[in-house]
């Protein structure tokens, strides 16, 4: 079955310190990978994507994610986090044109 | 603003009645997806709609949930005799389907609280 997995549910970290969320999925053929994350109160925005092509990605804010095809991985990256960062973080999969499949997110709260 | 809406935000209902949400995408997209998100979960999907037709649905849609999108625009998602497992977040996300690629935006969401 289509699955992702997020190694860490929550995640406390100081500002300037270094941030990698680990994400792996199974999910069979050709796959479109995004990061998405939900600040406090607001609605789930796109963070970044693969697609195809390079598989180190960058997306807004100064974060970054790399797409390891044999490790079926696409970690997210940044090297130094913010107290603005505190949000809830969403691995996500889809296949083309298919319904996305959600990982179960991982809380991250910057400690001022 | 030309984002996805979604009414209402906040729905508080008691067990047993009926509910109806809509969600209205972003104009030119082709593609409408229901989700459902609840406590420490990410959004789990329900069905989605290519213009006016229901392309799949998910086994979490029960009996009792039915989504239309009758002109290809904007889509409503009803809930009949609402039990207090249906409380969650619904979320609306949209999409424009060109080259295989399907980014989809979301909607800021209906919280349904079943009473």
């Known amino acids: 079955a289509q699955s992702v997995s997020q190694h860490n549910h929550h995640v406390i970290l100081s500002e300037a310190a270094s941030l990698e969320l680990g994400c792996n999925y199974s999910?069979?053929?050709?796959?479109?990978l995004f990061w998405y994350v939900q600040y406090p109160g607001q609605h789930l925005q796109l963070l970044l994507k693969y697609f195809s092509g390079d598989p180190l990605v960058k997306g807004i804010k100064g974060f970054e994610a790399e797409f390891i095809k044999s490790k079926f991985s696409f970690n997210l990256r940044k090297p130094s986090v913010q107290w603005s960062d505190t949000a809830e973080y969403f691995c996500a999969v889809n296949n083309r044109d298919d319904k996305i499949i959600f990982g179960k997110g991982t809380r991250l709260h910057i400690l001022p | 603003d030309t984002g996805v809406s979604q009414d209402p935000r906040h729905k508080i209902t008691k067990r047993g009645q009926n509910v109806t949400f809509r969600c209205d995408p972003i104009?030119?997209?082709?593609?409408l997806y229901w989700y459902r998100q609840t406590l420490g979960q990410g959004p789990e999907f329900l069905t989605y709609?290519?213009?006016?037709?229901?392309?799949?649905k998910s086994r979490l849609l029960s009996d009792r949930f039915s989504a239309e999108r009758p002109k290809g625009s904007f889509s409503t998602l009803e809930i009949q005799r609402t039990e207090q497992g249906d409380s969650a977040m619904y979320l609306c996300a949209s999409s424009l389907l060109t080259g295989g690629h399907n980014e989809q935006f979301f909607g800021p969401g209906t919280r349904l609280t079943v009473l």
């Open positions: 709609f290519q213009n006016e037709a229901q392309l799949e």
């Open positions: 999910y069979g053929g050709t796959v479109n």
């Open positions: 104009s030119e997209h082709n593609r």
